[in-house]
């Protein structure tokens, strides 16, 4: 990278940030840049998290994105993407949001984890995932896009910190041994009626697959997991738009409920 590069990339940070701010949506960026690199994107989503960090916002976890094929279909691209959780984006289930404050959002219904421990490094397993959760849960993710429109490559989608604007935790429980998350099914119903199903199999075969991926990702860039820290494994059906004057709500069959108000 040139210093040309580190200029470009502090400026489409900032005007990430103010698109977001201004509810004023910008061109995605591989318009101008079309074979924009993924190490490019993701420093572009460093230098925005950097930014909300020094004006407050602390980190406390990670998401993976498009781990399913429903997603993956949806959102044109062939692969997973990651990006940071501040704690401004954190919601407890139940709480009220407003419609009027995103742009084009949507939602999701996911699986999701705190760690008890650190996760770190390469050619992890299942087990060593598995062994790292401290708890489990549902969790309702709001996407939104501070571009101009959801046709954004998984370049775009990534510098825009994996399209991630809120996330509503369900209540926490210990992850059971005799819990198959892969079989887990999940119902999302929009003021009462079903609009979306799915199983944990659906992200990677197993939600704990998502959990080694990020994981081996963040370990190429010498971060890791870390102890406390929650995890989005990723959605399980194809997002559904979010309207106003809608409840949101999830579902399975071994984890309490989760639930969203939008005004």
Same mark, same amino acid.
Request: glycine share 8%; aromatic share 4%.
């Given at each position: 990278?040139?210093?040309?590069?580190?200029?470009?990339?502090?400026?489409?940070?900032?005007?990430? !940030?103010?698109? @977001?701010?201004?509810?004023?949506?910008?061109?995605?960026?591989?318009?101008?840049?079309?074979?924009?690199?993924?190490?490019?994107?993701?420093?572009?989503?460093?230098?925005?998290?950097?930014?909300?960090?020094?004006?407050?916002?602390?980190?406390?976890?990670?998401?993976?994105?498009?781990?399913?094929?429903?997603?993956? @279909?949806?959102?044109?691209?062939?692969?997973?993407?990651?990006?940071?959780?501040?704690?401004?984006?954190? %919601?407890?289930?139940?709480?009220?949001?407003?419609?009027?404050?995103?742009?084009?959002?949507?939602?999701?219904?996911? !699986?999701?984890?705190?760690?008890?421990?650190?996760?770190?490094?390469?050619?992890?397993?299942?087990?060593?995932?598995?062994?790292?959760?401290?708890?489990?849960?549902?969790?309702?993710?709001?996407?939104?896009?501070?571009?101009?429109?959801?046709?954004?490559?998984?370049?775009?989608?990534?510098?825009?910190?994996?399209?991630?604007?809120?996330?509503?935790?369900?209540?926490?429980?210990?992850?059971?041994?005799?819990?198959? !998350?892969?079989?887990?099914?999940?119902?999302?119903?929009?003021?009462?009626?079903?609009?979306?199903?799915?199983?944990?199999?659906?992200?990677?075969?197993?939600? %704990?697959?998502?959990?080694?991926?990020?994981?081996?990702?963040? *370990?190429?860039?010498? @971060?890791?997991?870390?102890?406390?820290?929650?995890? %989005?494994?990723?959605?399980?059906?194809?997002?559904?738009?979010?309207?106003?004057?809608?409840?949101? *709500?999830?579902?399975? %069959? *071994?984890?309490?409920?989760?639930? !969203? *108000?939008?005004?």
């Amino acid at each position: 990278m040139d210093e040309r590069d580190d200029r470009w990339i502090a400026a489409t940070a900032s005007a990430l !940030l103010a698109a @977001e701010y201004e509810r004023e949506p910008i061109d995605a960026l591989t318009v101008r840049r079309p074979r924009m690199p993924l190490e490019t994107a993701y420093r572009v989503q460093a230098a925005t998290v950097e930014r909300r960090i020094a004006g407050g916002a602390r980190v406390v976890g990670h998401k993976a994105g498009a781990t399913s094929t429903a997603i993956q @279909e949806q959102a044109g691209v062939d692969e997973p993407d990651s990006g940071v959780l501040l704690d401004d984006m954190v %919601l407890p289930t139940g709480s009220t949001m407003a419609r009027s404050a995103l742009m084009q959002p949507r939602v999701e219904a996911e !699986l999701a984890f705190r760690l008890g421990c650190d996760l770190a490094g390469p050619d992890l397993g299942l087990e060593e995932a598995r062994a790292a959760v401290k708890e489990v849960f549902l969790a309702l993710e709001v996407i939104d896009t501070r571009f101009t429109s959801w046709r954004i490559t998984i370049a775009d989608s990534i510098a825009d910190n994996a399209s991630c604007a809120r996330v509503v935790t369900g209540p926490m429980v210990p992850l059971s041994a005799d819990v198959d !998350l892969a079989a887990e099914p999940l119902v999302v119903s929009v003021n009462g009626t079903a609009v979306a199903t799915g199983e944990g199999r659906a992200v990677l075969g197993d939600p %704990l697959r998502a959990l080694v991926w990020l994981a081996g990702r963040l *370990h190429r860039t010498g @971060e890791g997991l870390r102890a406390g820290q929650l995890v %989005l494994a990723g959605a399980v059906h194809a997002s559904v738009p979010l309207e106003a004057k809608t409840t949101i *709500h999830a579902r399975s %069959l *071994h984890l309490p409920p989760v639930e !969203l *108000h939008v005004r």
